[in-house]
């Protein structure tokens, strides 16, 4: 579920999952009150209505404690015209590039995106292959020697890709994609953030979701079914998995992702996706949408965004403030485009 706006180390890209305890399922009570009234009060989230009833997108600062200084969220709300049972495939499924290879001028920050099928055909990186070798996606082919941490790889990768060019990249994404499939997120290892320092991204969400608890237990079943590499051993749920190139902080970047959908409770959908990998600008990335019925064939949905960046970038108050706003943006500018293309695919 990409939209295309910027994506920016002190903006945009998602991120979200669990934690306390483990990754393991949580269960949905048949008896517990249902509907958004009860499910966003469980959050502890209040609902704009009246402002959501004028048609506005409204965004709101999320992410409890500040225990984690790398991470911005947000929580926006707003209102599709069309049911959740239809809303929540449009958003698993969209494409912010609406199948087309942008130039780098042209769009949003996504100007390649790619589905593919486990296990992946043999044309899956053809894609990939013909943009290494035009304009600027050519420079990822430039690892060899950049500062430590300027790109996520580790000296083994680069050596790879040093010498293998286009066949090293997919070479060493493959392996990043069959490891998620195997073990899910957590058993991809961290990545190089500087001289010495290495990135968790699945060890700092836990940390997160300690402190978002009641989010995280809203969604527990789609954010563990992330967390095991796209599947749920108890239910069935639909997956989508996906490549992108685009642009991070003016610069080409290369990210592996996965979304998943299942219906909950009440006429509830929900949708997660998650970037597991990224090349540059940030660690990870990962939106939760809630879509709940609101009569006359319309869906409530709150959107739950974060993303984890190079904290030092946000260690000054004013920069902080100034990333949040930035971030909180590009998710409203974001949910525009969900919103719009529902409208459009009615």
């Known amino acids: 579920m990409q939209t295309a706006p910027r994506v920016n180390a002190l903006r945009w890209i998602i991120l979200f999952c669990l934690g306390l305890g483990g990754w393991g399922y949580g269960q949905e009570s048949a008896g517990q009150e249902t509907g958004w009234k009860a499910d966003l009060k469980r959050m502890g989230f209040q609902v704009p209505v009246e402002e959501l009833?004028?048609?506005?997108?409204?965004?709101?600062?999320?992410?409890?404690?500040?225990?984690?200084?790398?991470?911005?969220?947000?929580?926006?709300?707003?209102?599709?015209?069309?049911?959740?049972?239809?809303?929540?495939?449009?958003i698993l499924d969209l494409d912010p590039t609406g199948g087309k290879e942008l130039s780098w001028d042209e769009g949003g920050t996504v100007k390649v995106y790619q589905k593919f099928t486990r296990p992946l055909a043999s044309g899956a990186w053809d894609r990939f292959r013909s943009s290494l070798q035009k304009l600027p996606f050519d420079t990822l082919l430039g690892v060899e020697g950049k500062k430590e941490g300027r790109y996520h790889l580790t000296p083994e990768e680069i050596s790879k890709i040093t010498l293998g060019k286009a066949d090293g990249w997919i070479s060493v994404l493959d392996n990043?994609?069959?490891?998620?499939f195997r073990g899910g997120w957590r058993e991809i290892p961290g990545v190089p953030s500087g001289p010495g320092t290495m990135v968790d991204f699945d060890s700092e969400l836990r940390d997160v979701l300690k402190e978002n608890g009641p989010v995280r237990d809203e969604f527990r079943r789609?954010?563990?079914a992330l967390a095991y590499g796209g599947r749920d051993e108890k239910e069935k749920i639909v997956v989508?998995?996906?490549?992108?190139?685009?642009?991070?902080?003016?610069?080409?970047?290369?990210?592996?992702?996965?979304?998943?959908?299942r219906p909950g409770l009440g006429g509830r959908w929900e949708v997660a996706d998650m970037q597991y990998y990224a090349s540059n600008g940030y660690y990870g990335a990962i939106s939760i949408y809630g879509i709940w019925p609101y009569g006359e064939g319309r869906s409530l949905i709150c959107r739950v965004d974060g993303v984890l960046t190079d904290p030092g970038q946000l260690a000054?108050?004013?920069?902080?403030?100034?990333?949040?706003?930035?971030?909180?943006?590009?998710?409203?500018?974001?949910?525009?485009?969900?919103?719009?293309?529902?409208?459009?695919?009615k």
């Open 240 to 261: 989508n998995d996906y490549w992108m190139l685009m642009e991070v902080d003016k610069s080409p970047a290369v990210a592996l992702g996965c979304g998943v959908m």
């Open 176 to 180: 990043k994609i069959q490891t998620y």
């Open 222 to 224: 789609v954010l563990t």
């Open 53 to 90: 009833e004028k048609g506005e997108i409204v965004g709101e600062k999320w992410l409890a404690g500040g225990a984690r200084p790398g991470f911005l969220g947000a929580k926006v709300f707003f209102i599709a015209s069309a049911p959740p049972e239809k809303v929540a495939p449009l």
């Open 316 to 345: 000054q108050a004013t920069a902080r403030l100034i990333g949040e706003s930035l971030f909180m943006r590009e998710v409203k500018a974001a949910c525009e485009i969900v919103k719009s293309q529902i409208s459009d695919k």
